[in-house]
């Protein structure tokens, strides 16, 4: 009797709050709604590459339900731009163009959301870039309001594998590249997925920006030249290949501009939205491959790479990759990564890495003058120091194998960053391992004697000459890459006469005696 009587009240309560709902009654919008913006500025895109997706948010503020007839982007079904209304994709033969009849509650808002995918050829222009423009259209006569759209289109040389249909799984296949890995004269079959770069495209011109996807490769008896001011961009897990015999010179310029970098070349993800302006890890590596001679990289910036720069093998040759006037910066695991390599570095800034920003693995040959080998990391936790050394390598196995350091001289270099000790160098002593640190600031504090080795014998000074531990530097802003000193910093007018270069990565002229790292002291702006 109980549970019929529950029940008998419930269905009266429904039928009763059934018969008092009010229900909603919609009225025509009359040009009152409001908007999160005036204009929605798409971020520049590269020609027939989607945009990120935008946002704009629409406001009933009055008290009356209504209804949008018409809301539509101004150039209709031709239009460059798509739109999804509150999940609705629209009406019309092609979609998120056109939409009817939108209900918007009373002091509610929807969302709008905004991409683009533009075909610069298709637009009237012989420019490299171009602004395109139209507009989200609200209601139409007298109830008409408008937001804008704007979005700067750049053309670009574009650089990709071939994808073919497989006879047997009839499934798309995308090209991989094919060389000598081993050299033992015969081409190995790799997963790589690239392909090498063609004779006329040997020249990386400023004219229009290059979107890498894949591996553009370089190879054997080949050279890769990158004028100044070239753009490389590179796709997800894309990257640049020297191959065995081939060769990479990037032949950047001094700059008159610090924020603009118009000589300097400059490889990075092709993500051009600020939000992903800093992101690490947005492509793979310029892979130098063991076997690649000649490799220069002069007035170059590096950033949001996995690697910026790995290096392997030759340590025998002084030409396997000389780096000057150039900064590597967020990279997600190392920004110069060699690896029984030879490397010579001047005037080189590396900062912000996920593990080393410099790591000479499995013995080599290493020499950096004036360098500024930093690491302020605040993704997440690192386990590696700015400088890491080390004559080893262990196998999956768990084999060792040695490998001669044969020298790694850093002279006038500032090594620090934002964890402690940024210096670790790794040796086994069934192999060589030199090295020797002479005018340098370090930060390395072992208050709990960790490191115990001859290499770590700070009072030696066949490795230690003349080097100051844990001064501040005082670097400008090196969460932000900002790696300049002030004048009266601990590096300034601490180095002595070496090297090749007399003006620093800015092209200012050395002072006597000038200054540690990569930058002359500065006046710094309050």
């Known amino acids: ?59 009933n503020r009055s008290n009356n339900d209504i209804v949008i007839p018409t809301l539509r982007l101004g150039q209709g079904q ?29 002091k509610d808002s929807m969302y709008i959301f905004i991409e683009t995918t533009i075909d610069i050829q298709s637009l009237v222009t012989a420019d490299t870039q171009f602004l395109y423009t139209d507009a989200i259209e609200f209601d139409s006569g007298t109830n ?38 081993d050299g033992d004269g015969m081409d190995d079959e790799t997963t790589i997925q690239g392909r090498f770069l063609e004779a006329n495209e040997l020249n990386f011109t400023n004219e229009k ?32 290949l020297v191959t065995n015999g081939a060769s990479i010179n990037v ?23 600020p939000l992903f302006e800093d992101i690490p890890g947005q492509w793979q590596t310029i892979w130098l491959f063991n076997g690649s001679t000649n490799n220069s990289f002069n007035h170059a910036t590096i950033k949001n790479s996995t690697v910026g720069i790995l290096s392997d093998g030759n340590q025998d040759d002084p030409s396997k990759l000389v780096i000057t006037n150039s900064q590597i910066y967020n990279s997600s695991n190392f920004g110069i990564l060699g690896r029984a390599s030879s490397i010579y570095g001047e005037n080189v800034v590396l900062n912000n890495s996920g593990q080393s920003s410099f790591a000479g693995t499995f013995g080599g040959s290493y020499n950096f003058v004036h360098s500024t080998i930093a690491n302020y990391w605040t993704n997440s936790f690192r386990q590696f120091p700015s400088l890491f050394l080390n004559n080893f390598i262990i196998d ?10 044969v020298e790694a001289n850093f002279t006038n270099c500032i090594i620090y960053g934002n964890d402690n000790p940024e210096l670790i160098l790794d040796r086994d002593s069934a192999d060589t391992f030199n090295f020797k640190f002479t005018n340098c600031l370090i930060r390395f504090q072992d ?32 969460l932000n890459n900002k790696l300049q000193i002030p004048n009266g910093s601990p590096a300034d007018g601490a180095a002595i006469m070496f090297g090749i270069l007399n003006s620093d990565i800015l092209d200012t002229t050395r002072g006597n005696p000038s200054d540690l790292g990569a930058y002359e002291s500065i006046v710094f702006e309050d």
């Open 1 to 59: 009797m109980k549970r019929f009587l529950y029940f008998f009240l419930s269905i009266s309560m429904l039928i009763f709050w059934s018969s008092c709902r009010k229900d909603f009654n919609f009225s025509p919008s009359n040009g009152t709604l409001e908007f999160s913006k005036d204009t929605v500025y798409l971020d520049t895109v590269f020609t027939n590459i989607g945009s990120s997706t935008y946002n704009l948010k629409v406001y």
């Open 78 to 106: 031709s239009s460059n731009y798509r739109l999804n209304v509150d999940g609705l994709t629209g009406e019309g033969a092609i979609a998120g163009k056109e939409f009817e009849n939108i209900e918007l509650l009373a």
């Open 144 to 181: 008409l309001q408008k937001v804008e759209l704007v979005t700067l289109v750049k053309d670009a040389v574009f650089i990709y594998p071939q994808r073919f249909i497989d006879n047997q799984t009839g499934e798309y296949v995308t090209e991989t590249l094919t060389f000598d890995i």
């Open 209 to 240: 920006p290059y979107v890498i996807y894949g591996y553009a490769a370089v190879d054997e008896g080949e050279t890769l030249d990158i004028d100044a001011g070239a753009r490389i961009h590179f796709h997800a897990n894309s990257g640049l």
């Open 251 to 273: 032949n950047g310029n001094p700059s008159l501009d610090p924020e603009l970098l118009e000589g300097e070349v400059i490889f990075e993800g092709d993500r051009l939205e």
């Open 396 to 405: 999956e196995n768990n084999n060792t194998f040695t490998n001669p350091l």
């Open 447 to 478: 208050s709990n004697n960790n490191f115990t080795g001859p290499e770590y014998d700070f009072n030696d000074p066949t490795l230690y000459e003349n080097v100051s531990f844990n001064d501040d530097p005082e670097f400008l802003d090196p």
